[in-house]
DNA sequence: TTATCGTATGAATAATTGTTCATATATTCA
DNA sequence: TGAATATATGAACAATTATTCATACGATAA
């Protein structure tokens, strides 16, 4: 009546000790995130062309000039974005290549698929 | 009175021009959206090691049975792993290399992060 | 100073989503 | 067939979150 269990408990153990930590884990789950919203994405797609500033942005986008802020808020705390301010104007830019190379591989990822059905 | 106003038509229409589609971004946005949760990131993570079943991966990543067959359903609907059926057992794999490229570079990311403080 | 422009922010709301619990399906072995 | 194992799935609940609206803040020009 009693069956052989599945469980690879010496395969589980070791791949255990392996992982890295449950913090790195939650952070680069967090980068992910914030790159996971279309607004955002948007903006990011915008900004691998040119600095811009919010309302610019907000044009682009077409979304609200709050709405915007309130997004490059989160990609600034998640440091995808920098800014600079002149005058009235905040301009923002992409804040490392990391960022470009995620959006080109993804992008390629999703092509790919299409290719294959 | 009438201020001069800074948004750069020009600039916004030729970025407008030049981005992506709507449903290209969104579908990129989805892939990050799929890789952003602490949970899934486990499972990338584990898999990155190894051939799992759903059993050791719920070991693995303390979760329960249930919580990780609704995150693989996830994760193979967004074509970031496959799985083939061997007895009683489903064992799940990375879909692509992609994936594990995404994984490396927003790690870099984080730990660079870390460093500029 | 006052009016205007650009941006930021807090609160509220609506929508999305991850987990749990119970249960169903499928496979293997006795 | 019946029991045990492995996985999948639907419903419900709690938590997170993106947008809107109103408003505040800061800079510039008249």
Same mark, same amino acid.
């Given at each position: $009546?009693?069956? =052989?269990? %599945?469980?690879? !408990?010496?395969?589980?153990?070791?791949?255990?000790?392996? $992982?890295? /930590?449950?913090?790195? *884990?939650? &952070?680069?789950?967090?980068?992910?995130?914030?790159? +996971? &919203?279309?607004?955002? $994405?948007?903006? @990011? /797609?915008? !900004?691998?062309?040119?600095?811009?500033?919010? +309302?610019?942005?907000?044009?682009?986008?077409? /979304?609200?000039?709050?709405? @915007? /802020? #309130?997004?490059?808020?989160? !990609?600034?705390?998640?440091?995808?974005?920098?800014?600079?301010? =002149? +005058?009235?104007?905040?301009?923002?830019? !992409?804040?490392? =290549? #990391?960022?470009?190379? *995620?959006?080109?591989?993804?992008?390629? #990822? %999703?092509?790919? +698929?299409?290719? #294959?059905?």
């Amino acid at each position: $009546m009693e069956q =052989e269990k %599945i469980v690879d !408990l010496e395969k589980v153990t070791k791949i255990k000790k392996i $992982m890295p /930590s449950d913090d790195l *884990l939650f &952070d680069i789950a967090e980068v992910f995130k914030v790159l +996971g &919203d279309t607004t955002r $994405m948007k903006i @990011i /797609s915008a !900004l691998l062309e040119s600095e811009l500033c919010v +309302g610019d942005i907000a044009e682009i986008t077409n /979304s609200t000039q709050s709405a @915007i /802020s #309130h997004q490059l808020r989160v !990609l600034k705390q998640a440091k995808l974005v920098k800014f600079r301010k =002149e +005058g009235k104007a905040a301009y923002y830019s !992409l804040d490392d =290549e #990391h960022i470009s190379t *995620l959006y080109e591989i993804a992008k390629k #990822h %999703i092509e790919e +698929g299409y290719e #294959h059905r």
